[in-house]
């Protein structure tokens, strides 16, 4: 098991830049993709970005605007957020798992609690 804590959520401008950090705890950090998720009000939790190894996977809504990363050393994963939009609004959610299907929630294991995201128009 891996314990996950995110932060720094927060309410920025659109267009704005926000960096998300999740602190994952264990000694096999390596070994695990690292997701991010999120979930808007009313909707289902979708996939955002992933990194397995050193391997970045994104969704197509926020591919060239967003960059997720890992420091092995420091157990954390990173997702910079650039040019936010209003519907990038959500709780941010970090998981992890050693997993097949890189953008399929139920396939990660491991949950933090979630940081809020609100980009303002």
């Known amino acids: 098991q891996v314990q996950l804590v995110e932060s720094g959520g927060g309410l920025v401008q659109t267009g704005g830049s926000l960096r998300l950090s999740c602190a994952a705890s264990?000694?096999?950090?390596?070994?695990?993709?690292m997701g991010w998720f999120r979930q808007a009000p009313g909707k289902v939790r979708e996939f955002v970005a992933a990194i397995r190894w050193s391997v970045a996977y994104y969704a197509d809504s926020v591919k060239g605007r967003f960059a997720i990363s890992r420091d092995n050393a420091k157990n954390t994963v990173y997702l910079q957020m650039n040019s936010l939009k209003p519907e990038d609004t959500a709780v941010y959610y970090c998981?992890?798992?050693?997993?097949?299907?890189?953008?399929?929630?139920?396939?990660?294991?491991?949950w933090g609690q979630g940081t809020q995201v609100t980009v303002s128009s």
């Open positions: 264990g000694r096999t950090f390596n070994d695990y993709t």
């Open positions: 998981a992890a798992g050693r997993i097949s299907r890189i953008t399929s929630d139920r396939e990660y294991g491991n």
